[in-house]
Nanobody, 118 residues
């Protein structure tokens, strides 16, 4: 069983920065893809950024150039550095982990809130 524990959310002013962290805890097979998704009030959950085991990254167009995802495979952690935040970034941010072997599994954290407001 894998548990994802997020930290780092909070309130920040427009133009500010936050760093989110997520740790995978438990009996963990190799995690193929780790990532961050977000869900704003009244909207569906959307992809923010993902990173594969070998470091390939993928970003939503809305965060390219502002957010940076990174991971530590030895520690099973994934971070999201968020810069130049805007009110449109306000959402609950969820950590995600995808395992392909020995069977396909998809894990979610409980979410951490990010509020961008003056």
């Amino acid at each position: 069983q894998v548990q994802l524990v997020e930290s780092g959310g909070g309130l920040v002013q427009p133009g500010g920065s936050l760093r989110l962290s997520c740790a995978a805890i438990g009996s963990i097979p190799p995690i193929n893809v780790m990532g961050w998704y977000r869900q704003a009030p009244g909207k569906e959950r959307e992809l923010v950024a993902t990173i594969s085991f070998d470091g390939r990254t993928n970003y939503a167009d809305s965060v390219k150039g502002r957010f940076t995802i990174s991971r530590d495979n030895a520690r099973n952690t994934v971070d999201l550095q968020m810069n130049s935040l805007t009110p449109e970034d306000t959402a609950i941010y969820y950590c995600n982990a995808k395992v392909f072997l020995p069977s396909a599994m998809n894990y979610w954290g409980k979410g951490t809130p990010v509020t961008v407001s003056s």
